[in-house]
């Protein structure tokens, strides 16, 4: 597997009026062709920043920081806005949380599908209007010659989002990144829409990075696991692994947080506190305040993303088999 | 959408028995007569003034002269200049197109240099540049018409002689009115190409000064839909399509941007022909509000509630039509 995408070192800073805040601090992102990377975290750890920052999309007061950003081998830092804008759309492509909102009201989503097309590489209308019918139909929109005329406000949410993934697809990229494509729906239509990108990704061999919070979409997706928590990588391994022997104290209480997990427990596990806002940060590893084993050394040192049995893990103690932390005593010495 | 507009052309005829009571009203209330007014300082037999009263109805009742009028517009007729004899009727299409050619032309100088100073400021939104659109845009809407014309005049037409103080046209050329508009008829029935070129220039002043107002409206509300709009997701999966900037600002953002802008647009049609009043009598310039403002010292009260109720009529087609437009422009309400 030829690598696709390569990001050593992001981070991405925004200036507020309390000041900068890290929305993610060095995380390395690698995917390979063909490849399912899931990344998963809370609500504000940073996952979508990091893509929207890779697809060079965050507002202007966002500051994006990194060694590098290659795609395909071609740096993105450095290339001009009009080399970057004919890789993104065509060879990276992306799908966003808010099917309905993120399509444009004003123009059919026949024509909204069509305008990727045209833009890279303009074909005659006969044969944009063949390849959107083809799209529809690909993606499993049913009649797809009445809804081409339709516009966003008349299609279910489920629908809309199939809509953004046929416009994604319509350039065949090799890289499709989904920033949370279920989380807006219907519970009962996410499971064809994951289905539906699963099945494409497989078909086309498309790299896919799937943003997500859902550890049961991680579990059925996921070749590659990549745990976010508050802007930083936690944790990396792949997916098998990764529920079998979680490293990181918070990827494993995450997974005990999963219903399927608590079987035999009267209630179901959870994480205490909070993820840190933008003004309470800790200056050690950033999971400390919230998690089981804590020590002093935790508070005071923030540990460094390093390889432990084949996976990548931010702690001082990453758990071993049977889930106990390593080097690990009360008081924090080793 | 249908009931919608249904109900908005019912609407209509209470509006407008109100617009004809309170210019009624209005012109009744304005102290001496139009017999009166024009007898002037030589004075009149008492006798003859009874007369002419009773000529031209003044002698009645107020609520019989207003429930005569009201009848004999619902004929159809508006009547005829107390002055001049002529029917209201023809008298406000002689006047209406230089109103209207006026009107065109400011909202059109408006609309060129509003919107895309309003697309900039947002897309620059912050910069010097911005905070200089809004405050000229401030001042512009504040600006009081008669004051901006008169130093406009000043300036271009006094002390640097670039422009023509008064009037439509040069007083060498005779325009035989076609479409009663001056640009046209100049430019396709005379041939003498002076006059055309006499033409624009005689429209450059009134046309800045009376589109002030709606450019900065229309600058203020771009600047602000579309700092709305480019905040919304579709703008941001139209980058993520690759598109260039231009064509995400143009395409996706401003077409949605334009939806609320054209709304004020309608409105601004009503501001329009009230600024035109104040623009023609500083222009001398021979149209609607020029005629309106002549006729309000005649005490013509023919004219007056003639010309009022079809100014009212006016305002009320332009605003049904924006609101058709709307639909056209925002396919949500089309179902």
């Known amino acids: 597997m030829s690598s696709l995408l390569d990001v050593r070192d992001l981070s991405v800073a925004f200036d507020t009026a309390a000041g900068r805040f890290n929305a993610v601090q060095s995380v390395d992102l690698t995917v390979a062709s063909g490849e399912v990377l899931c990344v998963v975290g809370e609500s504000g750890s940073g996952k979508s920043v990091s893509v929207l920052a890779v697809m060079g999309l965050l507002p202007p007061t966002g500051r994006v920081t990194s060694q590098e950003i290659r795609f395909r081998g071609e740096d993105l830092r450095t290339a001009t806005p009009r080399a970057r804008r004919r890789l993104i759309g065509r060879d990276v492509a992306m799908v966003f949380q808010e099917p309905t909102s993120s399509l444009n009201p004003c123009y059919t989503i026949g024509w909204q599908i069509g305008e990727a097309l045209r833009v890279h590489g303009a074909t005659a209308p006969s044969q944009v209007r063949r390849r959107v019918l083809d799209l529809l139909g690909q993606v499993g929109v049913p009649a797809p010659e009445q809804r081409m005329r339709s516009f966003p406000h008349q299609l279910s949410g489920g629908l809309n989002q199939r809509v953004m993934i046929a416009m994604a697809i319509a350039c065949d990229p090799a890289l499709l990144i989904a920033d949370e494509p279920t989380t807006a729906l219907d519970v009962t239509v996410q499971q064809g829409v994951l289905d539906l990108l699963v099945g494409l990704q497989r078909d086309r061999g498309m790299g896919l990075v799937l943003i997500t919070h859902d550890m049961g979409v991680v579990a059925q997706t996921a070749q590659r696991v990549q745990v976010m928590y508050a802007g930083q990588v936690m944790e990396e391994q792949p997916a098998d692994p990764l529920f079998a022997h979680p490293r990181h104290p918070y990827t494993a209480a995450l997974l005990d947080a999963l219903p399927e997990r608590a079987e035999g427990k009267l209630r179901l596990p959870t994480i205490p506190g909070m993820v840190p806002g933008i003004d309470d940060r800790p200056g050690g590893c950033l999971f400390a305040p919230r998690c089981r084993f804590t020590t002093p050394k935790c508070t005071a040192d923030r540990p460094a993303l390093r390889p432990v049995n084949g996976a990548k893990v931010r702690c001082h103690y990453p758990l071993d088999d049977a889930g106990q932390p390593t080097g690990w005593t009360l008081g924090g010495s080793t | ?335």
């Open chain 2, 1 to 335: 959408m249908i009931r919608h507009f249904a109900r908005r052309l019912a609407l209509i005829v209470p509006t407008l028995v109100g617009v004809t009571l309170l210019g009624f009203i209005l012109v009744h209330a304005v102290p001496g007569d139009p017999v009166e007014v024009r007898t002037g300082e030589r004075g009149i037999s008492p006798e003859r003034l009874a007369y002419f009263r009773h000529e031209l109805g003044l002698d009645q009742p107020l609520w019989k002269q207003f429930a005569d009028y009201e009848w004999q517009l619902l004929h159809g007729n508006l009547g005829r200049s107390l002055v001049t004899q002529e029917s209201v009727w023809t008298e406000f299409t002689t006047f209406f197109p230089a109103t209207l050619e006026l009107g065109i032309c400011a909202l059109t100088f408006a609309l060129v240099i509003g919107l895309p100073l309003g697309v900039i400021a947002a897309v620059r939104r912050g910069s010097a540049l911005d905070y200089g659109l809004i405050g000229i845009s401030v001042t512009g809407a504040s600006m009081p018409i008669f004051w901006w014309g008169l130093m406009v005049i000043l300036v271009f037409s006094v002390a640097l002689g670039w422009t023509p103080v008064s009037g439509r046209i040069d007083e060498l050329y005779y325009i035989e009115p076609h479409t009663g508009f001056l640009l046209i008829d100049s430019l396709f029935f005379s041939d003498d190409k002076g006059a055309f070129i006499s033409t624009v220039r005689h429209l450059i002043l009134p046309t800045i000064v009376l589109g002030t107002i709606p450019l900065a409206t229309i600058a203020r509300m771009t600047r602000s839909a579309m700092l709305e709009v480019l905040g919304e997701d579709y703008v941001r999966t139209a980058r993520a399509k690759g598109l260039a900037p231009s064509r995400v600002v143009v395409v996706h953002a401003l077409r949605n941007a334009l939806i609320p802008v054209v709304t004020v647009l309608g409105l601004q049609v009503g501001a329009l022909l009230g600024g035109a009043i104040l623009t023609e009598t500083v222009f001398s310039w021979p149209g609607v509000g020029h005629w309106l403002v002549e006729s309000v010292q005649r005490r013509d009260y023919n004219v007056l509630q003639g010309g009022t109720l079809l100014i009212a009529i006016l305002v009320m087609l332009v605003n049904l039509g924006v609101d058709v437009l709307y639909g056209v422009l925002n396919p949500r309400l089309r179902r």
